[in-house]
């Protein structure tokens, strides 16, 4: 019998499991996201914020980021201008106004007081820090990218906020304390339990060599 299946040749479309697979159109499909708000100011102050969920890691040194805006968006504009930006983490205690930050314009309404948000002054750029959350990271535009239906902004972070609410005796961040959420399909969700730690999975073999 085992001979057998190692000769059965796989069919198009399944998988080794034997589940199949469908083929979908070319889509955005990479999920879950961080699901952030991002604060700005033009030239001559005035701010706002608005919600981004492509938003990544680019490298570590220098450090650098990205996040893709509609070119539609109030914010892209400001942005544009200025060349700078704020990154503010989110937590599930501030999903509402994550939320809203994203569906509604600054055109229309002032979004620090919709979503009763806290502007607090940067250290290194004139877009104002998310007092609420937890992490904000200031950046600075080094490149701009048109890309179709979103403009990417590659940005250095010049400078980092930390709350000092999650810091333990030794001065070390726990982002887990904060209950961070991430976005998918649409929704919101919290962040699960931890299932490991990055290299757990060779730390037992590297233990067993030092025997």
């Not at 159109?25 to 102050?45: E, H, I, Q, T």
């Not at 893709?68 to 968006?73: A, H």
């Not at 509604?104 to 104002?128: C, F, M, Q």
Request: aromatic share 6%.
């Amino acid at each position: 019998m085992s001979d057998l299946r190692k000769k059965e040749k796989k069919r198009p479309g399944q998988n080794a499991q034997g589940m199949k697979k469908q083929e979908w159109k070319p889509g955005n499909m990479l999920y879950p996201l961080p699901a952030v708000m991002v604060s700005c100011a033009d030239r001559a102050g005035k701010t706002n914020i608005l919600t981004v969920a492509w938003a990544g890691t680019v490298c570590t040194n220098p450090p650098m980021l990205s996040i893709s805006v509609r070119p539609e968006r109030y914010s892209c504009g400001m942005i544009r201008e200025t060349g700078e930006f704020v990154v503010n983490l989110t937590t599930e205690e501030l999903a509402r106004a994550t939320d809203l930050c994203g569906v509604i314009s600054g055109r229309d309404a002032d979004k620090w007081e919709a979503a009763g948000l806290t502007p607090v002054p940067a250290r290194k750029v004139k877009a104002p820090l998310i007092g609420e959350c937890p992490v904000n990271l200031e950046c600075r535009v080094e490149q701009e990218l048109a890309l179709g239906s979103h403009i990417l902004f590659l940005a250095r972070v010049v400078s980092v906020s930390v709350d000092e609410a999650y810091l333990d005796e030794k001065g070390s961040l726990h982002l887990d304390w904060a209950k961070p959420i991430c976005y998918s399909h649409g929704r919101y969700f919290p962040l699960g339990k931890e299932i490991g730690k990055f290299g757990f999975s060779v730390a037992k073999k590297k233990a067993e060599r030092k025997r």
